[in-house]
């Protein structure tokens, strides 16, 4: 994957290197609960969960997994939740990894 030009807000390892696992990110926005949909490229009130899911991709085989912001993501404060797939597709059930607050769209943000 080519990260030139993209924020990596932050990098998720993977405790075991690299295993194998399936991890993606979802943005959620915290005033409305709008969450970001990666295939229509925008905001949405209910997207599907697969839509949603944004998945990271590891660093070779190095168990790393960088967190890159979705270019057109609106100005906002955001919860920003990993997990670990499960199955073939994202779905709502997978076990949340990581979970953090960012903003976007200010000084103190990305």
Partial sequence: ???TNQFIDRIVYDAGGHTGKTYYA?????????VWDNVAGAMAANPT?????????????????????PAGLPSAYYDV???VQAG??????????????RSRGSIFGF
């Fill in 81 to 83: 939740i990993v997990y």
């Fill in 49 to 69: 969960w697969s839509d949603s899911a944004i998945e990271l991709v590891e660093t070779g085989e190095t168990g790393a997994f960088p967190v890159v912001v």
């Fill in 88 to 101: 073939s597709d994202p779905v709502n059930t997978d076990a949340v990894d990581a979970q953090w607050s």
């Fill in 26 to 34: 979802r943005f959620v926005r915290r005033s409305d609960g709008y």
């Fill in 1 to 3: 994957m080519d990260l």
